[in-house]
């Protein structure tokens, strides 16, 4: 068994402390919140569970093998920080930290402490997009051209961080996943209609080594709640949604191919496919009890996690690179790397 403490018992947070606590392997000790009212609604864990408000007792305690971060975005670099000098392996929430230096130093932190830091990028474990992967890694899609996204709902609206630090950092990791790299250049931009400063709608644009673009629409404010994707190939076409708890994914066999044209030399004509609709059968187990499990895993193994320190080092260098955009009114910037 591995002995875990939850720090944070907000909205995201319990549904990580419901997971560790069912999860076989794993072994719940503590939760952590500053907030007593979060900590009341496990008052009918057993005397096992420690539910505290004093971070120290985690971290001091030799017994505990390691810690969930699902704090707020802005402690996540100290916290993780503490966590790996204390000895303890570390799961943090995205955004995983708000700088890239930031996260190059958690990253030179554990490898020197022989610790292990994941990034909760939850849909990479979500076994929609994991068949998503498949189709593209094995070319049933053919080329791909471009994809897009669509995360937005009306509420649950921030005051630590933008809708773009909030939400998009799921479907960054998620093109990224998909395609196997990153962007190149990144242009962003947005408008913050509910509180100064703190954009609650942004338009994102990726562009990819490989001469895909990607396009991301992330908001707070917009009349119905959509989680959708869609990856347009050249042999393909699949629509990703995950609000539909039916049909996830749906792949058209659609397209469009260039022939010769027959009444013209050295001219050609397209010619437009329009084939059956497939919806795959998917496992619908629980994104989150999954990676939950792989954390779990990679503890007890040593293995790197799929959505390691790098993984979330990536995706902030890809935020960082669009908020300077929306600084320069869309303005492409430059992904370091």
Partial sequence: MVSVGVMGCGYWGSNLIRNLHELDGA????????????????????SEVCLTQDYNKPLADPDLQAIVLATPADTHYSLAKEVLLAGKDVLVEKPMVLRSHEAEELIEL???????????????????????????????????????????????V??????????????ISIMCYLLDAEP???????AAYLQPGIEDTVFLTLVFPGGQLGQIHVSWLDPSKKRTMTIVGSEKMIIYDDVDNEAKLKVYDKGITMQDAYYSFGEFQFKLRSGDVFIPKLNLKEPLKIECSHFIDCIKTRKSPLTDGRNGLGVIRVLEAAQASLSKQGQLVEVRH
């Fill in 27 to 46: 072994d719940l000790r503590y939760c952590c919140d500053l907030d007593e009212k979060q900590l009341k609604r496990f008052s009918h864990f057993s």
């Fill in 110 to 156: 554990a490898e020197k402490l022989g610790r292990i830091i994941m990034v909760g990028h939850v849909f990479l474990y979500n076994p929609a997009v994991v068949k998503l992967k498949e189709y593209v890694k094995q070319e049933k899609v053919g080329k791909v051209y471009y994809l897009y996204s669509a995360r937005v709902n009306l509420g649950r």
């Fill in 184 to 190: 190149i250049a990144v242009g962003a931009q947005g």
């Fill in 158 to 171: 921030r005051t630590d961080v933008s809708a773009m630090w909030n939400l998009a950092p799921h479907d």
